[in-house]
């Protein structure tokens, strides 16, 4: 996964993050930041809430944070029915 093609100019998601299986929404556009990372740490999965998929993500044995794998979701620009919704940030420019 190219992760230029998946931010905005703050890293943050440019679309609508939904699961790969029913398509329900698991983040709003630009509500996530992205971070590489690889975790050693006692974890559990994350699925996704209406269709049971995944794994997803992972969460904290505590639930205080939670990763999802941009490989394992889908994108899609979902249309804004909010007319006073904040006009779409910027895509990230590729370096």
């Known amino acids: 996964v190219n992760r230029d093609d998946l931010l905005n100019v ?31 740490i006692p974890k559990r999965t994350l699925l996704c809430g209406d269709c049971a998929f995944g794994p997803l993500g992972l969460r904290t044995m505590d639930d205080k944070e939670f990763w999802v794998a941009v490989e394992r979701v889908r994108y899609v620009d979902k249309p804004r029915t909010n007319p006073k919704a904040r006009p779409k940030k910027a895509k990230k420019q590729k370096n």
């Open 10 to 40: 703050d890293d943050k998601n440019w679309n609508t993050i939904v699961c790969r299986r029913c398509g329900s929404v698991i983040f709003p556009e630009d509500r996530v930041k992205y971070i590489g990372l690889a975790l050693r």
